[in-house]
């Protein structure tokens, strides 16, 4: 490791621990020395200066939290000394004359994946079941049970193997302690089937809790995220079981859908149980028409197509100190490529991007994007505070614990996802993404309710970051998996795709970093690489109720 100290931006008065230091060590970081009066962890940071209560934390080179009371210089900043703060907003100073990237390495670059006929290309190519209820859920758990095994496309049962290996053992005679010294061994679980569609990636089943008892704006709401995902490009065509009369009506799907795709020709299927009677006639007819459908959605074989092509979502989940020095700020990079390049990134969780408005606003390419992004961050916190909890609540004990202490500090590093590139679109849960560039969509903070959202919105694969190590995935888009740490990389390979760490060890730049992540994303879209989370059968899908989620 090349340094063990490190000075964000140049306004910072935090120092972040890029090691763990111990109380009474002194370092040394552009001239000045600093002897630490307590021990700091790695990814916690400590003041440059003696603070009085009520002077300004800042990191990023922003107002990140409060003193609460009189900080030592050398001190560590914690929740009992640090409250979360940022600073006020002021005026739009247009920030939009953006020096993009080099991408000369990656222009006539393409990548394999599956066009349509309104002119996006997926990177996979899916059928989807959707219900519009939950009342549906049971009946789209026997379509599950009918189809994946039989057509090739579950994958190994490597768990159920191992119970069953465990009783042969018991049924031989083998002791308790015998049996409890098995090891689980992933390299005898035998390979999934041949799929009996080759073209055909998979389908993908899309239960929840939704449909009826909500608002009518939740079922509103919830229809709209439904028609993102059956109008991906990642989606070859669609089945949807419908109980009759609940709140989300199939009417309002196909309105939904005509909203995204007027020209909307996929195979789509709607099966209403109240209509047809016994269960037994719906899942025998449904499972008839998916199997048609399948042989269409065969049909379709990967092509080269442009980089501008891709609607990459930007998300991070189990964030830890070291999220917004390497793996958020590498993937912004990797956005700012792909901006450059023509394509679309989506960067959303708005309770994460509390204290940076100021920043993004002055990015906004006009005024009225502005003012929408204003409009929706004022009115969720408002609608967090009606609830008693507020954006300053976000930051999880997994957070806290490794060195995000406020909301603030949190949002920083995290819209390091974004990049630096101009703000070209704001929407709102679950609108689709209309234009190249940076979007900004409103959705939760909660990394599964987030990326579930994006998805809807058009990306068609996704940048996932994490300090602490989370497994989510979703059910028609890759989520390529990335440390911010070497640590996390190596206790957690099944799980993480890209390394971030060597950027803290100083073996590798961001710009580095973020050109190796896009070289990989273009393989996992075209189909040459599976990422763990596609691996690991990883098909995370929870809408969002438009209540109070941080």
Known sequence: MNAKVLKVHPADNVIVALT????????????????????????????????????????????????????????????????????????????????????????????????????????????????????????????????????????????????????????????????????????????????????VDGIRFLTHSMGCGGTRQDAQALCGLLAGYITNPNVAGATVLSLGCQNAQASILKEEIDKRSPQFNKPFQVFEQQKMGREADLIGEAVKQIFTGLIIANQSHREPAPLSKLCVGLECGGSDGFSGISANPAIGYTSDLISALGGSVILSEFPELCGVEQELCDRCVDEATANRFVDLMTRYNQRAHEAGSGFDMNPSPGNIKDGLITDAIKSAGAAKKGGTSPVMDVLDYPEKVRKQGLTLLCTPGNDVESTTGMVGSGATICLFTTGLGTPTGNPIAPVIKLSSNTKLYEKMPDIIDINTGPIIEGSETIEQAGGRILDYLIKVASGEEKCAADRNGQEDFIPWKRGVSL
């Not at 210089?73 to 990237?101: C, F, Q, Y």
């Not at 379509?143 to 190994?156: I, T």
């Open 20 to 199: 763990d230091l111990a109380q009474g060590d002194t370092v040394s970081l552009d001239g000045a020395s600093y002897t630490l009066k307590e021990p700091i962890a790695a990814k916690h940071k400590f003041t440059m200066n003696d603070m009085a209560q009520g002077d300004k934390i800042k990191m990023y080179g922003l107002v990140v939290g409060t003193a609460k009371n009189p900080i030592a210089k050398g001190m560590r900043i914690s929740v009992e000394n640090t409250t979360h703060a940022v600073g006020d907003l002021h005026a739009r100073e247009k920030k939009t004359n953006w020096i993009a990237p080099d991408v000369s390495k990656w222009k006539s670059k393409t990548f394999m994946g599956y066009h349509r006929s309104d002119g996006s290309v997926g990177t996979a190519n899916y059928w989807v079941v959707v219900p519009m209820v939950f009342c549906e859920n049971k009946n789209v758990d026997s379509l599950k049970e009918a189809l994946l095994e039989e057509l090739g496309f579950s994958s190994p049962k490597k768990y159920k193997q191992f119970t069953k290996r465990l009783i042969s053992m018991y049924q031989s005679g083998q002791s308790v302690s015998d049996i409890q010294e098995v090891a689980f061994d992933e390299t005898t679980i035998g390979v999934s089937n041949n799929p009996l569609f080759p073209n």
